[in-house]
Structure formats: structure tokens, C-alpha cells
């Protein structure tokens, strides 16, 4: 017995076995911590679609997938652990769904080459893919995010934004500063002043912010925050009587958990997205099929359809796709990380595509080149609604204005290639 | 038993003040010594690495130099994770070359850094600033140093991530390690060889660990202790208060910023303030030293031990080999860490450092019971 634990040790701790049997998935998820109330939902539904795919259609391809899931608490250290220890598996993509944890990964993932998807957070400038070989950020980052608020608020406005005052509260960290050269470009371009108001981690304290807010009057406020931060902004914005209307989150900052604390008070907030609300799409029916009915739920089983719980499914959806392009690239249906990557590459999602798959409308359609790993960066305005406490699409997704984020882009990634001697890597 | 200077015969002053006086002891350690420099480095790979044997390590410097500060000078501190932000962000600033600017112009620019001694440069700025935070500890004492070095700990969190200039005014306010080599073998960066930057933190421990220990042997160890026991009875005796307070401060401040620009530049490769140098970091190294021994060498290394393997195993235990839910695990691993920390403040006190002095006592009796 001694033996048995002591080469059981040894095998786990290794790590050195790779099961190539199944296509593994890993999941750095975060069900504690702070950002739990985040981590939660997008780590079940990423988990209940490839339970689904398992359930429904034989895997993918005929291949079993299997999700590996491992606890990171928001906390860059123990996604370091999470790395080393799920990479020897068969790793195929990983989705820290942390900005912190990204910054680590990107490197380490383009070193061991497995490719690393950070579906609307990460590093905005990886969509240049002819300098961050291994990064995707399709269908949207946050720089689209941020010229969509603009975008829409154009709309709003008849074109002009001339004169107005939008403000900026964010989450003082990488992920929050990411906007502010974007917001700082488009203030230039169309006439706006912008104004930058930071919140420090966890935001639970922002009575000061919000009184600059009050004293300022800005016309609109935009947000980029996360977990509980979140819940206190909208809360703080009823008290001083913001008008919710003018109010907008970056999608991190728009599912359920963050305006059901305000109650009647948050109805009008908006939020962005990149993907589809709701439950009342087609795949549902087989989720609860074969995931619910059969008991085999990730989790508590009690986020399906809410909005953040869409997007893990929309990137687990997202990675079986690759999956299925690598496998047609390629010809073999037990596909490598590195064939993985080819597979996201080569990645098109069309509208016919997602009908089938049962998501019809749910997400913009994109194209994925060497060039370009970030999607045409398509974003769409959510609204909640306190009564019916649920979310809706309030526009179609929208193109953001590529000029300005494109040379943004071709900037930050060009810094980034100098600074760690990167070759093109896009014939 | 074990442990007994029988048989052991010193011919000079050296030999019977050395750090091992035991012949049994010294073999020992140097035992461990072969194991960790000629051994380990052929069986290493980048999960033993990265998971363990670096933040172990890395964290082993910290709790050394808040051990000589809390341990061995009796000035508690709560600023180790900004201080250790002081050492991650003068490493970057000197391996990626520090620039000065006056009136918004380029005065000059330092040429980069080898990083070695970005590392140490690391360590001297975090001295620097720690002997700053430490003067107030002149006029304070107990509990309102530590809410002074508190402050410490959030000023310089702010600050780093106020300041574009520490951060080379990157969009994101992250720092990153660029690649960087040291006799031709990488050091820094995503493609580093596990064993270079095992070997590379193995020499900052053990080159820490043996200056730490004869530091506090010799005669400025003493007046730390003297300090730490009464300071108006050794102000009597002729130490000097403000000598011995602010070099407690600089040598352990220097470790820890030895420890911050590891951590970073080593182990991590990237880190945004907030995030890794919180408040929750002081803590952590501050349970290190209690649970491992305050004013122990090898307290230090006990507690580090402790506090970075004991998650990792209860993971493994927990998620790889029972299979419970990862959630299940990480708020088991809350409550088992508070809990032995509240078992060891009850039922030892002087932390794991005087478990094993028992048990060295246990051993030179052993067999007999007396």
C-alpha cells in the first residue's frame, strides 16, 4: 500500500504521463476567492459543453474530450502551479480568464507551444498574431469594447459626441488600464473629454469615486470591472442618482451578480458583450438532455443561461471548433497542441455554422488569420432589465472603429516584439 | 545517540565556533547541501520547478530577512510585500536600463544591468527604502510600527502602481522579465532551463542563509537581540539603538528585496503590483516565521517549507488522488493552513525550529529515557 501511494505520488507529482487518449481541455477556473462569483458560471458552462459533446456526440471527431479543471483563486502564483502541473497532460488551450495570469502565460505557452485563448481579456495588442504566435483573442478585446461604447454612444448621439464628458471607473490593474489609451485616441478623434477614475482592488470602498463622479456630472460613464466591484459601482451610481441609461460595463462587467444586488435601482444599466443572452437558444434542449437530466452539471448546476455561464460555453464552443478545423487541417482525429493551434488559426465562424450548432445569432461572425488572431471585433449593448431581471440585446453587434485600434495595435505589439526579440512569425 | 559531541575533538577557536560544531550535525548539512546542488539539478523539471522548489526557495529569503528584523530585532513588520515590490521593481527598472528624465527630457540612461546584479541592485534599493520606513521605529514601538510599516506596505503599492515610470510606461502597468542570460544559459524569460534557475535561487538561499547566520551570531546579532529583549537595558550597556534598529532594517530589507527581485525576474517573469505584493504576501511571510520560529535560521526555512508545500500537497491529495471538486480543495486548504497555524500558536509556540531542537535533544538521549 505504502508502495502504491508512494508511485502514485511520484506519477501525479510528475506529471509525466500525458494521456493522449482524450483531448484535454484545461480549465484554470476560479471557484473561491474574491472573483468566485465570475469564475463560477464561465467554469461550469465550459465544463457542461464538452460534458454535452461527450454525451450527445461521442466527443469531437469520435475523441473523448476531457476538462481538466484546476483551482486558481484569481491568484497569478497558483496559475503558475495550474500551468506546469495540466501542460504534460495533452494540454490543448488554456483559458486563464484572468488578465494577471495571461501576462504569466503568454510567454510560457509560445515557449511549450500550446495555444492560449483569452476570449475578451488578456493582453489586447495578441491580436496581432504575427508577434504573439500562440495568443488568441478572438471574437472581441478590450479595446473593441471600448470604441463599441464609443460607437454606440455616436449612435446615441446623432454622430457627434462633441462637448460631452465620459468618464472611466476601472479596476485598477492591468486589465483596468488596457482601455485608457483607446478612450484617450477616440477623445481626440471625435471630441469628448475623458476622465479617468481608478478603483483599487477588490473595489468594495468607492464612496470617494463616485463623489468625484457626482461633483464632475459626466454625461456617460463607462466601466471595466470585476467581481465585487461590479455590485458596488451600480450601487453606488443609484445613490447619487446616475441615470443607469448612461452607464455602460465592459462585458466583465454585466451579468447577473452584478446588478441584482441594486434591485429595482440598476434597471437600464448596460453592458457590452460579444455573445448572445439568454437561455433561449437550441443548445439548452441538449444541455439539459444530457448534462442536467443525466446529474453530471458542473457545479452547483444552478448558472445556466446566465450571462457569464453563456460565455464559457461560447469558449468552449469556440474551442471545439478549432478542435474540428485542426482535425479536418491536419487528417487525425487525436490532435496535438501545436495542431491546435493551426486549428484556431484557420478558425471561421459563420452564421451557418452556429445555427447548426444550435447558437443561431449567438455571436458575431469572424474570420481568424496568422495576422489577425482577434476577430473583426464585433460588439454588442446589453440592457438589464430589474423587473424581468434579465438580460437583452439591445443592439446588433457592431463593428468597432479598427482605424484607431489597429494602429494601437500595431504599437503596443511592435514594443512588445522589440522588447523580446520576436521574429515575424506570419509568412 | 545522534547529535553528541563525543568523540569530537576542537584543536582551535575556529573550529569550535563554527555553525556546525557536531561532527554528526555538520555532516548533515552537508549532505543536504550535495543533494540540493549536485543532485537535485539532473532530476529537476519545470513543475517541481515552478511549483515548489523556486517559490520555497524564494520565499526562504523573505522570511530570512523578516526573521532577523521580527526574530532577531523584535520589530514587527507588515510591509515585507511592499518591500519585496521595492526589490521586484528596481530589478526591472535596472535590467531593462534605468532612465532619468528632467522637464520631460531624456538626461540620461543607465546601460542595462546584468542580471545578477539587477538582483542585487534589487536588494541595496530595497535597503535603501527599507532603513527609510524603519526610522519611525525609533520613536515606535509594537504595535504602531507595524501600523507604520503598514503604511509602508501601501505607499509603496500605490505608488508602483501610480508611477508610469516604474513600470516603463506600459499600457498595461505589468512589469515583465525580459530574456536574460548568465554565463550564457538563460536566467529569465519563458524558455529557461529549470535547473539554471533552480541553481540561480539555490545560490542567492544558501549565500542568504550563511551571511544571515553569522550576522546574527556575531556582534550585530547581539545587540539586535539586546535590542529585542529590553532596549532601555541595552542602551545601558552601550548599544547603540539607532545603529542597531536601522541595520536590522537594511539587512533584512535587503533580503527581502533579494526575494522580491527572484520572484519576479525568476520565478513569475511577470507581475503587476496589486496583485502580487499585497498585503496578503506580508502576511504570508509573516506566518512563515511564526510557524517555522522567530529568531531561527532554520525557522525560516521550516515555515517556507511549510506554507508553500503543504497547499500543494493537500491539491494533490485532494483533487488528483480522491478527485473531490476543486472548489471542495481550495476552501479545505483555508481551513486546514488556519488551523494548523492555530494548533502550532497553542501547542508550540517557538514553531517548527524548536520541534526539531526537541527532537534533537529526543535523539542524543535516545535509547535511553534519561
Not at chain 2, 532601555?232 to 552601550?238: H, L
Request: hydrophobic share 45%; proline share 4%; with cysteine.
Amino acid at each position: 500500500m505504502k508502495y502504491k501511494l508512494g508511485t502514485m505520488a511520484v506519477a501525479t507529482m510528475m506529471a509525466a504521463s500525458p494521456v493522449m487518449a482524450d483531448l484535454v481541455f484545461p480549465s484554470l477556473s476560479y471557484r473561491t476567492g474574491p472573483y468566485a462569483a465570475g469564475g463560477i458560471p464561465f467554469a461550469d458552462g465550459y465544463a457542461d459543453y464538452f460534458t454535452m459533446l461527450n454525451a450527445r456526440d461521442g466527443g469531437i471527431g469520435g475523441v473523448m474530450t476531457k476538462v481538466l479543471e484546476c483551482e486558481t483563486g484569481y491568484n497569478t502564483e497558483k496559475g503558475v502551479e495550474c500551468y506546469e502541473s495540466t501542460k504534460g497532460e495533452g494540454s490543448l488551450v488554456y483559458q486563464p480568464l484572468s488578465t494577471g495570469i495571461t501576462y504569466q502565460l503568454i510567454p510560457k505557452t509560445t515557449a511549450d507551444n500550446i495555444p492560449m485563448h483569452t476570449m475578451g481579456y488578456g493582453r489586447t495588442s495578441a491580436a496581432n498574431g504575427d508577434v504573439f504566435s500562440h495568443t488568441f483573442n478572438y471574437p472581441a478585446n478590450y479595446w473593441n469594447g471600448a470604441s463599441g461604447a464609443v460607437n454606440y454612444l455616436l449612435n446615441e448621439n446623432g454622430g457627434s459626441l462633441e462637448g460631452k464628458k465620459i468618464a472611466l471607473v476601472y479596476h485598477n490593474s492591468a486589465y483596468g488600464k488596457e482601455p485608457i489609451r483607446t478612450l484617450t485616441e477616440l477623445s481626440k478623434k471625435h471630441g469628448f473629454e475623458f476622465k479617468e477614475v481608478p478603483v483599487d482592488h477588490p473595489g468594495q470602498e468607492q464612496k470617494s469615486q463616485w463623489l468625484q463622479i457626482r461633483r464632475d456630472k459626466p454625461d456617460y460613464v463607462i466601466m471595466y470591472g470585476w467581481g465585487v466591484m461590479n455590485q458596488v459601482a451600480v450601487q453606488e451610481a443609484a445613490n447619487i442618482r446616475f441615470p443607469m441609461e448612461n452607464f455602460i460595463g465592459i462585458w466583465w462587467s454585466g451579468s447577473e451578480n452584478d446588478v441584482l444586488a441594486a434591485g429595482d435601482a440598476a434597471n437600464g444599466y448596460k453592458a457590452l458583450t460579444f455573445h448572445g443572452v439568454g437561455d433561449d437558444f437550441p443548445v439548452f434542449d441538449d444541455i439539459k438532455k444530457h448534462v442536467v437530466d443525466a446529474g453530471n452539471a458542473a457545479g452547483a448546476g444552478d448558472q445556466i443561461g446566465t450571462v457569464l455561464y453563456n460565455r464559457g460555453l461560447y469558449a468552449a464552443m469556440l474551442a471545439a471548433e478549432a478542435v474540428k478545423t485542426a482535425q479536418e487541417i491536419h487528417g487525425v482525429a487525436d490532435i496535438t497542441a501545436a495542431q491546435m493551434r493551426d486549428g484556431m488559426e484557420a478558425l471561421s465562424i459563420t452564421e451557418e455554422k452556429m445555427a447548426a450548432l444550435g447558437l443561431p445569432n449567438f455571436g458575431p461572425s469572424f474570420d481568424v488569420s496568422c495576422a489577425n488572431h482577434g476577430g473583426e471585433g464585433y460588439v454588442g449593448v446589453t440592457q438589464w432589465d430589474a423587473s424581468a431581471k434579465s438580460w437583452s440585446l439591445i443592439s446588433d453587434f457592431a463593428p468597432s472603429d479598427m482605424d484607431v485600434i489597429g494602429a494601437l495595435v500595431a504599437e503596443d505589439s511592435a514594443a512588445y516584439a522589440a522588447e523580446n526579440n520576436i521574429e515575424s512569425s506570419c509568412k | 545517540m545522534f547529535y553528541r559531541e563525543a568523540g569530537d575533538f576542537n584543536t582551535s577557536y575556529a573550529e569550535d565556533q563554527q555553525t556546525f560544531p557536531i561532527k554528526f550535525d555538520r555532516y548533515r548539512y552537508y549532505v543536504v547541501l550535495f543533494i540540493a546542488i549536485v543532485i537535485i539539478p539532473f532530476v529537476i523539471n519545470d513543475y517541481w520547478a515552478n511549483s515548489l522548489l523556486l517559490p520555497f526557495l524564494i520565499y526562504a529569503i523573505a522570511a530570512l530577512g523578516l526573521n532577523i528584523l521580527v526574530g532577531y530585532c523584535g520589530q514587527v513588520s507588515l510591509g515585507t510585500g511592499g518591500f519585496m515590490a521595492v526589490g521586484a521593481y528596481s530589478c526591472y527598472k535596472f535590467m531593462t536600463g534605468v532612465d532619468i528624465w528632467w522637464g520631460g527630457e531624456l538626461l540620461f540612461r543607465l546601460p542595462e544591468f546584468n542580471i545578477f546584479f539587477s538582483i542585487i541592485m534589487g536588494g541595496v534599493m530595497t535597503a535603501i527604502v527599507g532603513v527609510l520606513f524603519g526610522l519611525p521605529s525609533l520613536r515606535i514601538k509594537g504595535f504602531y510600527l507595524a501600523v507604520a510599516t503598514l503604511a509602508a506596505q501601501f505607499f509603496l503599492v500605490w505608488l508602483f502602481n501610480r508611477v508610469a515610470w516604474f513600470y516603463n510606461y506600459s499600457a498595461s502597468g505589468q512589469i515583465s522579465a525580459p530574456e536574460r542570460e548568465l554565463f550564457g544559459v538563460l536566467i529569465t524569460g519563458p524558455s529557461t532551463p529549470a535547473w539554471a534557475t533552480y541553481l540561480f535561487c539555490l545560490f542567492f538561499t544558501v549565500v542568504c542563509a550563511i551571511v544571515a547566520r553569522n550576522m546574527t551570531r556575531g556582534a550585530a546579532g547581539r545587540k539586535w537581540m539586546a535590542i529585542r529583549d529590553m532596549d532601555i537595558a541595552a542602551e545601558i550597556i552601550g548599544v547603540n539603538p539607532l545603529r542597531a534598529k536601522l541595520t536590522a532594517f537594511a539587512v533584512s530589507s535587503f533580503f527581502i528585496g533579494i526575494s522580491g527581485a527572484l520572484f519576479f525576474a525568476v520565478y513569475l517573469g511577470a507581475v503587476e503590483v496589486g496583485e502580487a505584493f499585497s498585503i496578503t504576501k506580508s502576511f504570508l511571510v509573516l506566518f512563515m516565521i511564526i510557524i517555522g520560529g522567530l529568531g531561527s535560521i532554520f525557522g525560516s526555512f521550516a515555515g517556507a517549507a511549510f506554507l508553500v508545500v503543504l497547499p500543494v500537497a493537500l491539491k494533490i491529495v485532494g483533487v488528483d488522488w480522491f478527485g473531490w471538486p476543486t472548489d471542495i480543495v481550495a476552501h479545505l486548504q483555508l481551513v486546514v493552513v488556519g488551523g494548523l497555524i492555530v494548533i502550532f500558536l497553542i501547542a508550540e509556540p517557538h514553531g517548527i525550529a524548536q520541534l526539531w531542537r526537541v527532537a534533537k535533544e529526543k535523539l542524543r538521549l535516545w535509547p535511553f529515557p534519561h
